[in-house]
């Protein structure tokens, strides 16, 4: 049978498989093994184990449920609070400030847990409710707050551009700094429709009888900054060459626990263990996928799936500008449906010789396949990050959140074409810091 046509087949099996609801690591493995078997024989599942093994045998995956042991006790922790109060009084008089403040909670949220659902969580149990009682429309309310969750995935540390690195090879640190302008950039973007929808509406959106001193806006600061220094200490580390991620991953979990220790008396055994315990668990169905698609990608390779897909496309006589297109659609068709993480070990593997090949930065590549990623978060009928607010506020309907979501996808669109047309705002401070080069 044709590689091509078993592509297909294996493209329609794996969507079948995973629309019923099966976890996403245990689907590709049974899509993975189920294409070995009809196509190779039994012998070929003398490999699996070896081949599933080697997916996570990599000393840089260590920094995975490092970084999310931090965001884990920075969420269990006061610490998201704080960051929304503090926020909240430095920007109460700014047309829109509360939405702004959700937001810009969220990007420095994202930039302590690296997780998109863990910042929904944390920043919307606290700022939806309070959107709402000072007269915010439900749909903004919800979308700004989802929105501004995706972020998790593209701010550093980020551990979708972790394993991003992984699967590709390439350099991590280079990763983290290619999307921290993108980042900002999209936060200013989310910013900016905020303060136009509140000015077209006529919103002041805040209420004329809030007000806090300045010594209500200082007092809170001590309890939030030192979390802010362990993000910047991580970065410095890491960009600086002091340390690997491993190791600025493993110090900066310790040290966001020393800190709920002392600021929020969090110490006790039982609450330590939770934290542990609930990193543990995402950071097993992470591991997990990354195993299960090393697998997925043996079978693509071992079938020449992979190899006559990429030769396909480069051999195909299109504009580089149409490839890219292309490609954004398919990724932003897949991220409909699959996690950021199964996407990019399926894809990442597959599309960067190509992307290089055509004349595109790896890193650049990176940070636009980490938007189109963020896009797949708000939006059915996976759109995790929507889930996880119609949860915090069931009141809510989910097409409610989506349209309120749907302004910001807008957002990421014209981040992506931003980005295409200035691509130095992901290459030049990567650059400029490590030096030129892929």
């Known amino acids: 049978m044709e590689p091509t046509l078993i592509g297909g087949l294996v493209a329609l099996a794996t969507i079948l498989v995973l629309t019923t609801g099966i976890p996403v690591a245990f689907g590709l493995g049974i899509v993975s093994i189920g294409f070995l078997v009809l196509f190779e024989g039994l012998d070929s599942l003398s490999v699996l184990a070896d081949t599933f093994f080697a997916g996570i045998a990599e000393f840089s995956l260590v920094s995975i449920p490092m970084f999310i ?39 420095i949220f994202a930039a302590l847990s690296g997780s998109s659902p863990a910042t929904c969580s944390a920043i919307g149990r606290m700022g939806i409710p309070e959107m709402q009682s000072r007269g915010i429309p439900d749909g903004l309310a919800t979308g700004s707050i989802a929105a501004g969750g995706t972020l998790g995935i593209l701010i550093p540390p980020s551990v979708t551009m972790i394993v991003y690195g992984i699967a590709t090879e390439t350099s991590i640190g280079r990763l983290f700094l290619a ?203 996976v759109g995790l990050n929507l889930y996880v607010i119609n949860g915090i506020a069931p009141k809510v309907s989910l097409p409610t959140i989506l349209k309120g979501a749907l302004p910001f996808m807008l957002c990421m669109v014209v981040g992506i074409i931003l980005l295409c047309i200035f691509p130095e705002i992901a290459t030049w401070f990567p650059d400029y810091i490590m030096g030129p080069g892929f």
């Open 69 to 107: 042991v931090m965001g884990t006790a920075v969420a269990v922790s006061p610490a998201g609070r704080d960051l929304y109060a503090a926020l909240d009084r430095w920007l109460n008089k700014v047309p829109g400030g509360l939405i702004i403040s959700n937001i810009g909670a969220c990007s």
């Open 179 to 381: 999307g921290m302008l993108p980042g900002l950039m999209l936060t200013a973007l989310f910013m900016a429709w905020s303060l136009f929808t509140a000015w077209r509406n006529g919103f002041r959106l805040t209420g004329p009888d809030i007000s806090f001193t300045l010594r209500q806006k200082v007092e809170i600061l001590p309890r939030v900054l030192p979390f802010l220094l362990i993000i910047v200490g991580v970065l410095f580390v890491l960009y600086g060459g002091v340390a690997t991620p491993s190791e600025a991953s493993g110090v900066g979990a310790m040290l966001v626990l020393v800190l709920i220790a002392v600021i929020y008396r969090i110490w006790q055994p039982r609450r330590i263990w939770s934290i542990i315990s609930d990193s543990m668990r995402e950071s097993a169905m992470i591991l997990m996928i990354i195993a299960a698609s090393a697998l997925f990608s043996y079978m693509l390779s071992s079938l020449f799936v992979t190899q006559t897909v990429a030769q396909a496309i480069a051999d195909s006589e299109v504009n580089r500008w149409v490839l890219m297109l292309l490609i954004n659609v398919f990724l932003l068709v897949a991220g409909f449906f699959l996690p950021p993480v199964a996407v990019i070990l399926m894809t990442a593997p597959i599309l960067l010789p190509i992307v290089t090949q055509a004349g595109f930065d790896p890193y650049w590549f990176a940070v636009v396949l980490t938007i189109n990623m963020e896009i797949g978060l708000i939006t059915p009928p």
